[in-house]
């Protein structure tokens, strides 16, 4: 059975994309097979698995649209998994979808079409709540919320949850909300701790085990094209194992870990 996981939150640069690139390739390391679907027209995810936005061909836009086969668009990866890549054209799509009926079924139509070919697909939602977010929300069994552990993170929390409500309602009745996951968590500083027990509060929402910190790394992977799962160890990539195989064994019917934050 393939599980299909959207990572979403409509707040930018909170660690969705990077989310999305190492939790792929840790399962891909352990032999799982798996696809990740860029659903960003800025395309930070085809770009951070080594592919140029702006040299394709063709991307999930087409897909979409209806222009391409799904099978035809997707890229190999040095990680180890499948990419259903974006370009910038994907920007338009909002606009020519929201014209169809229908339009937040796109997505999960086309990946009806492989998704026997792969035991999990992950989906990079972009830093919005429009038409493919919405598309994004639809297709997935599940959802995690990438949380940046920082002043007013949950901000938008609320919001997201309710989209997510309103999909449950109306357009996937089975979708499941995970939790969210900690990110550019720093352990040293009460600040995170507390900012993550009060989203925790607030929203009900379990926190994901385990965080996983703020390290100089990330930039420098996602700017060389190369996730930070390839090359040196770090306290980064060893976070990201950790959650995936928190993933997996839930997957495998155990309960997920939960990181509670120590009271300060
Ligand atoms: N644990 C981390 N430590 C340090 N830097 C990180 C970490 N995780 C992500 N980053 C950096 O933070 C920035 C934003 O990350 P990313 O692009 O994954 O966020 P995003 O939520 O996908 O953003 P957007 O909303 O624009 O799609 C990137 O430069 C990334 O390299
Ligand atoms: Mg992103």
């Known amino acids: 059975m393939t599980r299909t996981l959207a990572i979403a939150n409509q707040k930018g640069g909170v660690a969705k994309t990077t989310?999305?690139?190492s939790v792929g390739a840790a399962l891909a390391a352990e032999d799982v097979a798996v696809l990740v679907v860029d659903l960003d027209p800025q395309g930070s995810l085809t770009f951070s698995l080594g592919h140029d936005p702006d040299q394709l061909s063709a991307s999930v836009h087409d897909v979409l649209i209806g222009a391409?086969?799904?099978?035809?668009v997707l890229l190999d990866t040095e990680d180890g998994v499948t990419l259903l890549p974006a370009t910038i054209d994907l920007a338009g799509a909002e606009a020519l979808l929201l014209m169809r009926p229908g339009r937040e079924y796109a997505l999960k139509r086309a990946?009806?079409?492989?998704?026997q070919d792969y035991d999990v697909i992950l989906i990079d939602c972009p830093p919005s709540l429009g038409v493919l977010t919405l598309n994004g929300l639809t297709a997935a069994d599940e959802v995690v919320v990438p949380l940046q552990c920082e002043t007013l993170a949950h901000r938008g929390v609320g919001q997201l949850l309710r989209t997510v409500t309103e999909v449950q309602q109306i357009t996937n009745p089975d979708l499941a909300i995970l939790g969210a996951v900690a990110t550019l968590f720093d352990a040293r500083t009460t600040h995170s701790r507390d900012v993550l027990a009060d989203v925790t509060d607030r929203y009900d929402l379990?926190?994901?085990?385990?965080?996983?910190?703020?390290?100089?790394?990330?930039?420098e992977a996602s700017a060389s094209g190369s996730s930070v799962m390839r090359g040196r160890k770090n306290k980064g990539s060893v976070a990201y194992r950790e959650l995936a195989a928190n993933l997996r064994a839930h997957w495998a019917g155990a309960p997920l870990e939960t990181y509670e934050a120590p009271v300060s």
Do not use: Y
Request: zero cysteines; a negative charge.
């Open 19 to 21: 989310t999305t690139a």
């Open 206 to 219: 379990p926190v994901l085990s385990p965080p996983i910190p703020r390290t100089v790394r990330f930039a």
């Open 111 to 115: 990946l009806g079409e492989i998704a």
């Open 68 to 72: 391409e086969e799904v099978a035809d």
